[in-house]
Protein backbone atom coordinates (compact mmCIF):
# COMPACT_ATOMS: atom_id res chain seq x y z
CA UNK A 1 0.00 0.00 0.00
CA UNK A 2 1.50 3.12 -1.03
CA UNK A 3 1.46 5.66 1.56
CA UNK A 4 0.63 9.46 1.15
CA UNK A 5 2.85 12.39 1.47
CA UNK A 6 1.46 14.71 3.86
CA UNK A 7 0.21 17.87 1.99
CA UNK A 8 2.45 21.34 3.28
CA UNK A 9 2.37 24.88 2.47
CA UNK A 10 5.24 26.44 2.08
CA UNK A 11 6.33 29.80 4.27
CA UNK A 12 6.11 31.83 1.03
CA UNK A 13 3.17 30.30 -0.60
CA UNK A 14 1.80 30.77 2.87
CA UNK A 15 2.31 34.71 2.25
CA UNK A 16 1.43 34.93 -0.93
CA UNK A 17 -2.20 33.54 0.01
CA UNK A 18 -2.62 35.96 2.45
CA UNK A 19 -1.68 38.74 0.24
CA UNK A 20 -4.08 37.88 -2.68
CA UNK A 21 -7.05 36.76 -0.08
CA UNK A 22 -6.56 40.67 0.73
CA UNK A 23 -6.26 41.89 -2.71
CA UNK A 24 -9.56 40.11 -3.10
CA UNK A 25 -11.22 40.88 -0.10
CA UNK A 26 -10.86 45.00 -1.44
CA UNK A 27 -12.12 43.95 -4.37
CA UNK A 28 -15.38 42.87 -3.23
CA UNK A 29 -15.57 45.46 -0.66
CA UNK A 30 -14.50 48.81 -2.16
CA UNK A 31 -15.54 50.39 -4.92
CA UNK A 32 -12.25 52.69 -5.96
CA UNK A 33 -9.51 50.50 -4.84
CA UNK A 34 -5.81 52.04 -6.28
CA UNK A 35 -2.27 50.66 -5.50
CA UNK A 36 0.45 52.67 -4.61
CA UNK A 37 3.06 51.68 -7.34
CA UNK A 38 6.59 53.64 -7.01
CA UNK A 39 9.03 50.76 -9.22
CA UNK A 40 10.55 50.29 -5.38
CA UNK A 41 10.77 46.46 -4.52
CA UNK A 42 7.77 45.89 -2.13
CA UNK A 43 5.40 47.62 -5.06
CA UNK A 44 6.94 45.62 -7.68
CA UNK A 45 6.13 42.18 -5.71
CA UNK A 46 2.50 44.18 -4.66
CA UNK A 47 1.71 44.19 -8.30
CA UNK A 48 3.16 40.62 -9.14
CA UNK A 49 0.24 39.62 -6.05
CA UNK A 50 -1.97 41.58 -7.99
CA UNK A 51 -1.56 39.75 -11.20
CA UNK A 52 -1.92 36.64 -9.58
CA UNK A 53 -4.82 37.38 -7.85
CA UNK A 54 -6.99 38.36 -10.57
CA UNK A 55 -5.20 36.56 -13.44
CA UNK A 56 -6.36 35.74 -16.82
CA UNK A 57 -8.05 39.14 -15.85
CA UNK A 58 -5.90 42.34 -15.74
CA UNK A 59 -5.56 44.04 -13.00
CA UNK A 60 -8.40 45.95 -12.27
CA UNK A 61 -7.47 49.05 -10.84
CA UNK A 62 -5.22 51.87 -11.51
CA UNK A 63 -2.07 52.47 -9.97
CA UNK A 64 -0.58 55.70 -8.53
CA UNK A 65 2.73 57.41 -8.22
CA UNK A 66 3.10 60.16 -5.85
CA UNK A 67 5.94 61.80 -8.05
CA UNK A 68 8.49 64.47 -5.62
CA UNK A 69 10.25 64.79 -8.74
CA UNK A 70 13.42 63.62 -6.97
CA UNK A 71 13.51 60.13 -8.79
CA UNK A 72 16.14 57.56 -9.68
CA UNK A 73 16.20 58.07 -12.74
CA UNK A 74 16.88 53.74 -13.17
CA UNK A 75 13.86 53.61 -11.34
CA UNK A 76 11.24 55.86 -13.03
CA UNK A 77 12.21 53.90 -16.39
CA UNK A 78 11.34 51.07 -15.10
CA UNK A 79 8.37 52.10 -13.84
CA UNK A 80 7.12 53.18 -17.10
CA UNK A 81 8.04 50.01 -18.74
CA UNK A 82 6.50 47.93 -16.43
CA UNK A 83 2.87 49.78 -16.67
CA UNK A 84 3.15 49.83 -20.56
CA UNK A 85 3.98 45.77 -20.46
CA UNK A 86 0.87 45.35 -17.95
CA UNK A 87 -1.30 47.88 -19.59
CA UNK A 88 -2.18 49.59 -16.61
CA UNK A 89 -3.30 52.82 -15.93
CA UNK A 90 -1.16 55.09 -14.44
CA UNK A 91 -2.10 58.45 -11.89
CA UNK A 92 0.49 60.84 -11.19
CA UNK A 93 0.18 63.16 -8.27
CA UNK A 94 2.97 65.47 -8.73
CA UNK A 95 4.69 67.57 -6.29
CA UNK A 96 6.01 69.79 -8.43
CA UNK A 97 2.74 70.70 -9.60
CA UNK A 98 1.35 71.26 -6.11
CA UNK A 99 3.81 73.01 -5.74
CA UNK A 100 3.33 75.82 -9.19
CA UNK A 101 -0.36 75.54 -8.09
CA UNK A 102 0.54 76.77 -4.10
CA UNK A 103 -1.13 73.42 -2.53
CA UNK A 104 2.54 73.02 -0.86
CA UNK A 105 5.72 75.28 -0.04
CA UNK A 106 9.41 73.93 -1.18
CA UNK A 107 11.05 73.44 2.24
CA UNK A 108 14.53 75.02 2.72
CA UNK A 109 16.60 72.00 2.73
CA UNK A 110 15.22 71.60 -0.52
CA UNK A 111 13.63 67.82 0.39
CA UNK A 112 10.17 67.29 -0.57
CA UNK A 113 9.28 63.36 1.22
CA UNK A 114 7.42 65.67 4.47
CA UNK A 115 5.31 67.80 0.95
CA UNK A 116 4.04 65.10 -0.38
CA UNK A 117 1.28 63.88 2.27
CA UNK A 118 -0.75 67.09 0.94
CA UNK A 119 -0.30 65.73 -2.56
CA UNK A 120 -1.12 62.32 -1.65
CA UNK A 121 -4.49 62.98 0.08
CA UNK A 122 -5.61 66.00 -2.68
CA UNK A 123 -5.29 62.45 -4.91
CA UNK A 124 -7.29 60.98 -3.34
CA UNK A 125 -9.65 63.39 -2.98
CA UNK A 126 -9.57 63.92 -6.63
CA UNK A 127 -9.99 60.23 -7.53
CA UNK A 128 -12.63 59.44 -4.52
CA UNK A 129 -10.09 56.49 -4.48
CA UNK A 130 -11.45 54.49 -0.94
CA UNK A 131 -8.82 51.67 -0.53
CA UNK A 132 -5.09 52.52 -1.24
CA UNK A 133 -3.14 49.74 -1.19
CA UNK A 134 0.78 50.10 -0.20
CA UNK A 135 3.63 47.97 0.47
CA UNK A 136 4.45 48.67 3.81
CA UNK A 137 5.89 46.07 6.14
CA UNK A 138 5.80 44.85 9.71
CA UNK A 139 9.45 44.96 10.02
CA UNK A 140 10.76 48.05 8.52
CA UNK A 141 9.62 50.24 11.00
CA UNK A 142 8.19 50.39 14.69
CA UNK A 143 5.09 52.67 14.00
CA UNK A 144 4.38 50.12 11.05
CA UNK A 145 4.96 47.05 13.14
CA UNK A 146 1.72 48.62 15.43
CA UNK A 147 -0.65 49.17 12.23
CA UNK A 148 -3.52 46.75 10.99
CA UNK A 149 -3.45 45.20 7.53
CA UNK A 150 -6.95 47.14 6.91
CA UNK A 151 -5.51 50.76 8.10
CA UNK A 152 -8.52 53.48 8.75
CA UNK A 153 -8.19 56.94 7.60
CA UNK A 154 -11.06 59.37 8.48
CA UNK A 155 -12.17 62.15 6.06
CA UNK A 156 -8.88 64.03 6.78
CA UNK A 157 -7.18 61.08 5.62
CA UNK A 158 -5.52 61.16 9.53
CA UNK A 159 -4.48 57.54 11.37
CA UNK A 160 -5.01 57.51 14.93
CA UNK A 161 -2.89 54.54 16.04
CA UNK A 162 -5.21 54.35 19.67
CA UNK A 163 -8.36 53.46 17.85
CA UNK A 164 -7.39 50.95 15.27
CA UNK A 165 -9.75 47.76 14.29
CA UNK A 166 -9.41 44.39 15.39
CA UNK A 167 -8.44 41.75 12.56
CA UNK A 168 -9.55 38.33 14.33
CA UNK A 169 -9.25 34.83 12.33
CA UNK A 170 -8.35 37.27 8.76
CA UNK A 171 -11.75 39.00 9.10
CA UNK A 172 -11.31 42.42 7.75
CA UNK A 173 -13.51 45.50 8.69
CA UNK A 174 -13.73 47.57 5.57
CA UNK A 175 -16.90 49.71 6.62
CA UNK A 176 -16.57 53.51 5.74
CA UNK A 177 -18.21 56.38 5.77
CA UNK A 178 -17.77 58.90 2.04
CA UNK A 179 -14.90 60.88 2.30
CA UNK A 180 -12.95 58.40 4.53
CA UNK A 181 -10.78 55.24 3.22
CA UNK A 182 -8.81 52.50 3.93
CA UNK A 183 -4.70 51.61 3.51
CA UNK A 184 -4.31 48.30 2.88
CA UNK A 185 -1.29 46.23 3.07
CA UNK A 186 -1.07 43.13 1.74
CA UNK A 187 2.67 42.53 2.60
CA UNK A 188 2.44 43.56 6.40
CA UNK A 189 3.41 40.40 7.43
CA UNK A 190 6.28 40.14 5.14
CA UNK A 191 9.58 40.49 5.96
CA UNK A 192 12.59 42.53 3.90
CA UNK A 193 14.31 38.74 3.56
CA UNK A 194 10.65 37.16 2.51
CA UNK A 195 10.68 39.82 -0.51
CA UNK A 196 13.39 39.14 -1.81
CA UNK A 197 12.91 35.05 -1.38
CA UNK A 198 9.40 35.72 -3.91
CA UNK A 199 11.90 38.00 -6.07
CA UNK A 200 14.25 34.68 -6.22
CA UNK A 201 11.28 32.40 -6.77
CA UNK A 202 8.98 34.61 -9.14
CA UNK A 203 12.19 35.35 -11.33
CA UNK A 204 10.89 39.08 -10.90
CA UNK A 205 13.35 42.05 -12.63
CA UNK A 206 14.14 44.90 -10.56
CA UNK A 207 15.67 48.33 -10.93
CA UNK A 208 19.03 47.98 -11.39
CA UNK A 209 20.24 50.18 -8.49
CA UNK A 210 19.17 47.46 -5.85
CA UNK A 211 22.04 45.45 -7.14
CA UNK A 212 25.74 46.33 -6.33
CA UNK A 213 27.61 48.49 -8.85
CA UNK A 214 29.92 51.36 -8.88
CA UNK A 215 28.55 55.28 -8.06
CA UNK A 216 29.97 58.33 -6.82
CA UNK A 217 28.94 58.76 -3.58
CA UNK A 218 29.88 60.93 -0.26
CA UNK A 219 29.52 59.97 3.56
CA UNK A 220 27.33 62.10 5.21
CA UNK A 221 25.63 61.68 9.08
CA UNK A 222 26.90 58.26 8.79
CA UNK A 223 25.29 56.90 5.40
CA UNK A 224 26.26 57.15 2.10
CA UNK A 225 24.51 59.60 -0.67
CA UNK A 226 24.85 59.53 -4.38
CA UNK A 227 26.15 62.64 -5.69
CA UNK A 228 23.31 63.73 -8.28
CA UNK A 229 21.47 66.93 -8.90
CA UNK A 230 19.85 66.41 -5.66
CA UNK A 231 22.90 66.42 -3.26
CA UNK A 232 25.76 68.21 -3.97
CA UNK A 233 29.18 67.47 -1.98
CA UNK A 234 29.83 70.26 0.97
CA UNK A 235 32.30 71.72 2.07
CA UNK A 236 34.93 68.91 3.82
CA UNK A 237 33.26 66.23 1.94
CA UNK A 238 35.18 64.50 -0.90
CA UNK A 239 33.68 62.51 -3.24
CA UNK A 240 34.68 58.83 -4.41
CA UNK A 241 33.96 55.95 -6.64
CA UNK A 242 32.54 52.90 -4.11
CA UNK A 243 30.72 49.92 -4.67
CA UNK A 244 27.54 50.27 -3.56
CA UNK A 245 23.25 49.17 -3.71
CA UNK A 246 20.04 50.44 -2.57
CA UNK A 247 18.11 48.26 -0.19
CA UNK A 248 15.43 50.62 -0.16
CA UNK A 249 14.31 53.16 -2.74
CA UNK A 250 12.94 56.66 -1.87
CA UNK A 251 13.68 59.81 -3.08
CA UNK A 252 17.17 60.64 -4.59
CA UNK A 253 17.98 63.46 -2.03
CA UNK A 254 17.18 61.36 1.36
CA UNK A 255 18.22 57.56 0.02
CA UNK A 256 21.30 56.42 1.31
CA UNK A 257 23.09 53.31 -0.39
CA UNK A 258 24.98 50.72 1.42
CA UNK A 259 28.62 48.91 0.58
CA UNK A 260 28.08 45.88 -1.32
CA UNK A 261 29.46 43.33 -3.79
CA UNK A 262 25.30 41.82 -4.31
CA UNK A 263 25.39 41.45 -7.66
CA UNK A 264 22.54 39.30 -7.70
CA UNK A 265 19.82 38.15 -6.05
CA UNK A 266 21.22 35.10 -4.36
CA UNK A 267 24.10 37.51 -3.24
CA UNK A 268 21.88 39.84 -1.59
CA UNK A 269 19.53 36.97 -0.36
CA UNK A 270 23.00 36.15 1.83
CA UNK A 271 23.46 39.53 2.47
CA UNK A 272 20.07 40.22 3.94
CA UNK A 273 20.16 37.32 5.71
CA UNK A 274 23.11 38.49 7.64
CA UNK A 275 22.10 41.99 8.68
CA UNK A 276 20.72 43.25 11.45
CA UNK A 277 18.92 46.69 10.87
CA UNK A 278 15.86 46.81 8.54
CA UNK A 279 16.28 48.86 5.41
CA UNK A 280 14.44 51.83 6.37
CA UNK A 281 16.63 51.92 9.54
CA UNK A 282 20.11 51.66 7.93
CA UNK A 283 19.07 54.31 4.32
CA UNK A 284 16.43 56.85 5.20
CA UNK A 285 17.27 60.01 5.85
CA UNK A 286 13.73 61.30 6.32
CA UNK A 287 13.29 58.73 9.19
CA UNK A 288 16.12 60.28 11.03
CA UNK A 289 14.42 63.32 12.09
CA UNK A 290 13.22 61.81 15.10
CA UNK A 291 11.90 58.88 16.66
CA UNK A 292 8.12 59.34 16.00
CA UNK A 293 8.94 60.58 12.57
CA UNK A 294 6.98 58.37 10.51
CA UNK A 295 4.36 58.08 13.06
CA UNK A 296 4.01 61.81 13.21
CA UNK A 297 3.98 61.62 8.80
CA UNK A 298 1.10 58.36 9.60
CA UNK A 299 -0.71 60.57 11.74
CA UNK A 300 -0.85 63.31 9.13
CA UNK A 301 -1.94 61.41 6.67
CA UNK A 302 1.43 60.20 4.93
CA UNK A 303 1.51 55.96 3.67
Given at each position: ?????????SHLDALEAE?????????????????????????????????????????????????????????????????????????????????????????????????????????????????????????????????????????????????????????????????????????????????????????????????????????????????????????????????????????????????????????????????????????????????????????????
Open positions: MSQTMPYRVSIFVMREVMAEFERPVLLFSGGKDSIVMLRLAEKAFAPARIPFPVMHVDTGHNFAEVMAYRDARVAELGLNLVVASVQEAIDSGLVRELPDGTRNRIQTPVLLAAVEKYRFDALFGGARRDEEKARAKERMFSFRDEFGQWDPKNQRPELWALYNGRHHPGESIRVFPLSNWTELDVWHYIAKEEIPLPSIYYAHDREVIERDGMIYAVNEFIRPRAGETPSVQRVRYRTVGDASQTAAVRSDADTVEKVIEEVAATRITERGATRGDDKVSEAAMEDRKREGYF
